[in-house]
């Protein structure tokens, strides 16, 4: 008995956060778009019994979905979002790994304030901290102020609004979830290995990739899922940095819920959106799995 309460308590969990809604969200995807509220028909009227369900069902078609192979904006929306997301997430494991690998190498008294200083910006808002970045790569921002006083550019530089701030609000904000679990797996490697490596005639360099890499191996997959993830479907971000210019598809599934109040397509596009990121949340589930058994 008690052995099915834990498992009932993530399972109905699952079932009233996320089945419920996907299922609501995907009849929505399978409506017409209509001047009323709720902006959608057909409406599931349970008076007129087995029959009202019935018709209910017949009124149902895929045609949103069909509409979104015909419309280019949509499929080159979610390339842009695969593109941007990994190439985001290529940034910031070249910076968090050095980072996490930094903490780990640290005196054992300077490890708790450095991951103070990483879980640190969440105590911020993160609407605030995107829009600092708007004061920091503006025209006349701090960054270019800089770089002019220090003579590096002539003329201010045309960072905001484009791709290039995205990458960086997007390797900034999500850098702890790379640092914390590279350095998890750091953190708990045996020194005596690689004093054995290069005992046995490694530099320590090759030491570095024949050891402590595979080691950390682990760590920077969960890290770049928990990355990817959150970023393939990011809205904020490319909002307010990147503006007009960067196609994203939370942007387009914003306008279409907010602008164009088209409800069904904007759920269709939602539902394609979750398929895709099924697909790394799976590998991610699986990669834990085989973590778990090899610590066990």
């Known amino acids: 008995m008690r052995r099915a309460i834990v498992y009932l308590i993530p399972f109905t969990w699952l079932l009233v956060l996320f089945l419920v809604p996907f299922l609501i969200v995907f009849k929505i995807s399978l409506s017409d778009v209509a ?8 409406q599931l009227d349970l008076s007129q019994g087995l029959s009202g369900i019935l018709d209910f069902v017949r009124e149902l078609d895929f045609e949103n ?3 979104l192979t015909t419309d280019s904006l949509y499929w080159k929306a979610y390339l842009s979002s695969l593109k941007i997301a990994a190439v985001s997430t290529f940034l910031t494991l070249l910076v968090g790994y ?8 640290a ?13 640190l910006p969440f105590w911020t808002s993160f609407l605030i901290r995107v829009y600092s970045w708007m004061g920091i790569l503006g025209t006349e921002g701090y960054l270019n102020q800089l770089l002019l006083w220090l003579g590096i550019v002539s003329t201010p530089l045309q960072i905001l609004n484009t791709n290039w701030a995205v990458y960086i609000g997007i390797v900034y904000t999500y850098l702890p979830f790379m640092i914390l679990p590279i350095y998890s797996q750091l953190d708990r490697l045996d020194g005596a290995l690689l004093e054995a490596a290069e005992d046995l005639g490694c530099s320590r360099a090759s030491a570095f990739w024949l050891v402590t890499f595979p080691l950390s191996r682990p760590g920077v997959i969960a890290g770049c899922f928990l990355v990817f993830i959150p970023t393939l479907g990011e809205f904020v971000i490319p909002s307010l940095l990147g503006g007009s210019s960067t196609l994203m598809i939370g942007k387009v599934l914003w306008e279409e819920f907010f602008s164009n109040r088209d409800w069904p397509v904007a759920s269709a596009v939602a539902v394609v959106l979750l398929i895709i990121l099924i697909i790394p949340i799976i590998l991610f589930q699986k990669n834990q799995q085989k973590q778990a058994e090899a610590e066990a």
């Open 65 to 67: 979905f069909i509409f």
């Open 107 to 119: 005196r054992e008294d300077w490890r708790p304030t450095l991951l103070m200083l990483i879980i």
């Open 98 to 105: 050095p980072m996490a690998y930094a903490m780990a190498r």
């Open 35 to 42: 001047l009323a509220r709720p902006p959608y028909t057909p």
